[in-house]
């Protein structure tokens, strides 16, 4: 096969391949996504077609990972920083990734981990706007379970932490409702079950939604 028709045939493979996971995790079709992919992979195919330049396969597939997951490849390293101590660091990590048009999946995970460090900072009443925003957006179809479960479950943190119990007990409810099977299902779970043994329960831990990597940024 020519390598012009090999690098479109590995681009448009990439785009319907990771644009379905997207899919089948209920963060619906981003034309971003599919727009990028499909540029950049024309591109580097007419290159090879009518210039002497020439890209591997596999290049390819990196070089359009690293731009369409942009935003999700920041937020993973601003997570790493922030674990470090490197807040200042993060913030502006994450600051970048919302500059480089994410798409709408792609800005409300970089919301749900910028809520995580409101709260993990003891930032209650950020964390707690950033988080009910989340939420008010995911009907949209552009949040996955398991980030929805996240933003439930850490909603419920900084409620129980700023001694708003009743709404604490709601979204720990829905995290259980989401997704009981979940890592954020199962200290919901546990967080429920410590309320109901003791008149003042140890508050709970969030907990950050890391990302697998698939999908569009």
């Not at 989340?134 to 179809?141: E, F, H, Y």
């Not at 508050?203 to 697998?212: G, H, K, L, Q, V």
Request: proline share 4%; aromatic share 8%; charged share 20%.
């Amino acid at each position: 096969m020519a390598q012009p028709l090999l690098l479109l045939l590995v681009g448009f493979c990439y785009v319907l391949v990771f644009g379905g996971l997207s899919w089948l995790r209920r963060e619906g079709f981003s034309l971003r996504f599919a727009v990028e992919g499909v540029v950049i992979t024309l591109i580097v195919a007419g290159l090879a077609a009518f210039t002497p330049f020439q890209m591997n396969p596999v290049l390819l597939i990196l070089l359009l990972y690293v731009i369409t997951m942009r935003v999700r490849l920041l937020v993973d390293l601003g997570n790493y920083l922030a674990r470090r101590g490197q807040r200042a660091r993060a913030a502006s990590v994450y600051d970048l990734a919302s500059r480089l048009w994410p798409d709408a999946a792609g800005r409300l995970i970089l919301q749900i981990n910028q809520g995580v460090r409101n709260l993990q900072e003891g930032q209650l009443d950020q964390a707690i706007t950033m988080l009910q925003g989340v939420l008010a957006q995911a009907g949209g179809g552009y949040l996955s379970a398991k980030h929805e479960c996240a933003t439930h479950y850490n909603l419920a943190v900084a409620y129980e932490r700023k001694g708003l119990d009743a709404q604490a007990v709601v979204e720990f409810n829905a995290t259980l409702d989401t997704w009981p099977g979940s890592e954020y299902g199962r200290r919901a779970a546990a967080a429920l079950e410590r309320r109901s043994k003791r008149a003042s329960p140890a508050p709970a831990e969030p907990a950050e939604p890391a990302d697998d990597g698939e999908g569009q940024s």
